[in-house]
Each structure stands twice: as C-alpha cells, then as structure tokens.
C-alpha cells in the first residue's frame, strides 16, 4: 500500500516550452502533497506545499508563477514549469500524506521526474 | 527552525566493513519525528525508519540499526557488514509537529560507496 507515483519519469524539453509532472496516489487519498526538487549531489529542497482544493504554499525563493501547481483531486497534484531554462534542469520528486493514515506525519514519496531544458 | 546536520559527505568503505552514519537535529519541539531515507542511484527515495520523540529505543532490522539520543540530539545509522547494494545517499530528515503543514527538513545526506 501507500504507492505514489509520478509521471513521466523523464522528460527533455526546449527552453521556453511549458512542462507539466503529475504525482498520483494510487491507493489512497492525499490531503497534502509535497513538491521537492533535487540538484546533482544535493539534498531535497522542498518547493511547496499543496492541499487538496486550496492554492499551493510556496516556500521563500520559489516562483509561484513559474512553478504552478494544482492538487485538483485528493489523488492527484500537478506541478507545471512555465517557461522552463536550463537552470530548471533537475529531480522533481512529489511525496503524499495519506488522509486516512494513522500518522499524519508518514510522507510516501514518488520516484521523480528528471527534467532536462535544453 | 528546524535543522538537520548530517556532517560526512561522502564515506567509502570496504564491503563487508561496517558504517557508522551521523544525524544531528535541532528542534524546539518536544514532539517531533526522524526519519532515515536511502536513495539509490535510481533516485527514489526508500524509507528505512520513523522514530517519534518519545521513543528512545535503540532499533535494528537486519543489517541496519539505528542509535537515538535525546541528550546529544542524534540518531545515528548503523550498516553492519555493507554490501555493494548499501552504495547509496542516505538521508536524515526531521519533522516538528505543527510546523508548517508538518514539513520534512532533510540533512544534507551522505553519499555511501561500498568498494567490493
């Protein structure tokens, strides 16, 4: 149980284009969803925090209007990077607090998404 | 605030040889939780462990034990007898409760390289 799942794994796209990374839980349903981002030999930075039906909270430093995101469903959250530059280059890694969890604090992560911006 | 030291970088160690791995917290909190995550070169990250703040109890599940220490603020990780499949970063993080939508501050992990 308690798998999170994230799409695509990969994704390469030009400078300037729009790029959208899914995370899905597949066996239960998120209240809170987590979006990080991860460069080369670094630790996970946390972006922002996304409730299901509010708008997202964005940690200092990160663009809300280049980083959207959208928890639409208590399974899904979407993280869109508009206009991306090479500079985003990196791991994406989502992770989902389980509603119906006996601990509130237990965060599943995804596998990631390896954006590359040419 | 919340911080998570994890101060070796990068370790390398003969296979077979154990791993001694530090995590030093900082929370106001009385109540809070540690976790160790093992990340592969794959880049998921694999959770290992949860220790809430209440419970000191030392844990081992199989190659791997945990040493947790309210007084110096640790929770270090052990690997005993490390295999090729132990090379990895591994990470420490924190949770405070009530912080902020229950937020993970992860260390800055250290990266495992298990020579065969």
């Known amino acids: 149980g308690a798998v999170v799942s994230q799409h695509p794994s990969r994704v390469i796209c030009k400078s300037g284009t729009s790029v959208k990374i899914e995370c899905r839980s597949l066996?239960?349903?998120?209240?809170?969803m987590f979006w990080y981002r991860q460069f080369p030999k670094q630790s996970l930075m946390l972006m922002a925090t996304?409730?299901?039906?509010?708008?997202?909270?964005?940690e200092q430093g990160v663009e809300k209007d280049k980083f959207l995101i959208n928890h639409a469903s208590l399974t899904l959250s979407t993280l869109t990077v508009t206009s991306a530059h090479p500079e985003d280059s990196s791991f994406y890694i989502c992770s989902a607090v389980d509603r119906g969890g006996g601990s509130s604090y237990e965060q599943y992560f995804g596998p990631g998404t390896r954006l590359t911006v040419t | 605030a919340q911080k998570v030291t994890q101060a070796q970088t990068e370790i390398s160690v003969v296979e077979k040889e154990d791993v001694t791995l530090d995590c030093v917290y900082e929370?106001?909190?009385?109540?809070?939780?540690l976790f160790w995550y093992k990340q592969p070169p794959s880049g998921e990250l694999v959770f290992l462990i949860r220790?809430?703040?209440?419970?000191?109890q030392n844990e081992i599940s199989g190659r791997y034990s945990w040493n947790f220490q309210k007084s110096t603020s640790s929770f270090n990780f052990t690997i005993t007898a490390s295999q090729v499949v132990d090379s990895a970063v591994y990470f420490c993080a924190l949770i405070q409760r009530g912080y902020g939508n229950n937020r993970l501050a992860f260390g800055k992990g250290n990266q495992v390289v298990v020579i065969p």
């Open positions: 066996d239960f349903q998120a209240t809170t």
């Open positions: 220790r809430n703040s209440f419970d000191e």
């Open positions: 996304s409730n299901e039906g509010s708008k997202a909270t964005y």
């Open positions: 929370t106001r909190d009385t109540t809070y939780y």
